[in-house]
């Protein structure tokens, strides 16, 4: 079936702007996370969703950063005023629960270019 | 705050065994141990968890010791596409909770 899928593929920006980025859970799913990755560093933890509530922010970098998700399903990542350290890979990823020994499946990610 | 330990890197001929170890000498009883790795330029992709005992499944096999300290990852058949940052994780059963990756493996597959 149908994996996690996340959009754009690459997104370059110029400092300042804003940029939106989309996942797409697997369906079924109500768990649904949000990582970042920036180069040659381990995954960074930014927020996870049950169902469309997210619980706890506090892994947001900062206020410029925030996240939605609508229907259970679609959720988009949104950084307003980038900056060049918000460059990075963005990886979403999705599990069937949240507490509980459910595997979360990752998308390919969003690689963000701040010029 | 590193619950786990891995080697930064190990090498392996295609065709042998890969055998990832970790260390996880903190592990509480009701935390699960799981694998993920990472292909160069893709998301991580889940390989397999346990609690207590060994598990299979068909992408390799996990061996728990008997103290759950440490736990190794064998691929048993090692390809060059298996080349890949492999993710150790400890991870609470019943609470909410996401998964911490640490700096992982670097498994590299030669000819």
């Known amino acids: 079936g149908a994996g996690v899928s996340q959009s754009p593929s690459n997104k370059v920006t110029e400092k300042g702007k804003d940029v939106e980025l989309r996942c797409d859970p697997i369906?079924?799913?109500?768990?649904l996370y949000w990582y970042r990755q920036s180069l040659g560093q381990g995954l960074e933890f930014l927020i996870y969703f049950q169902g469309n509530s997210a619980p706890d922010k506090s892994g947001l970098p900062s206020d410029r950063f925030s996240a939605e998700r609508t229907g259970g399903s679609v959720s988009t990542l949104t950084i307003q005023r980038t900056q060049q350290e918000d460059s990075a890979v963005y990886l979403c990823?999705?599990?069937?629960?949240?507490?509980?020994?459910?595997?979360?499946?990752f998308g390919p990610g969003t690689r963000l270019t701040v010029t | 705050d590193a619950k786990t330990t891995q080697p930064p890197s190990m090498d392996c001929a295609e065709g042998r065994a890969a055998n990832l170890p970790c260390n996880h000498s903190?592990?509480?009883?009701?935390?699960?141990v799981y694998w993920y790795r990472q292909i160069h330029s893709q998301g991580p992709q889940y390989i397999i968890h346990?609690?207590?005992n060994n598990e299979t499944n068909e992408m390799a096999s996990l061996i728990i010791t008997e103290d759950r300290k440490s736990s190794t990852l064998i691929l048993p058949h090692a390809t060059l596409r298996d080349t890949a940052v492999y993710y150790c994780?400890?991870?609470?059963?019943?609470?909410?909770?996401?998964?911490?990756f640490g700096k992982g493996t670097m498994l590299l597959v030669s000819p």
């Open positions: 994780i400890v991870r609470p059963r019943e609470v909410y909770s996401t998964l911490t």
């Open positions: 369906s079924g799913h109500t768990a």
């Open positions: 903190t592990i509480s009883g009701n935390e699960y």
């Open positions: 346990g609690l207590k």
């Open positions: 990823a999705s599990s069937l629960g949240f507490t509980g020994p459910y595997e979360q499946y």
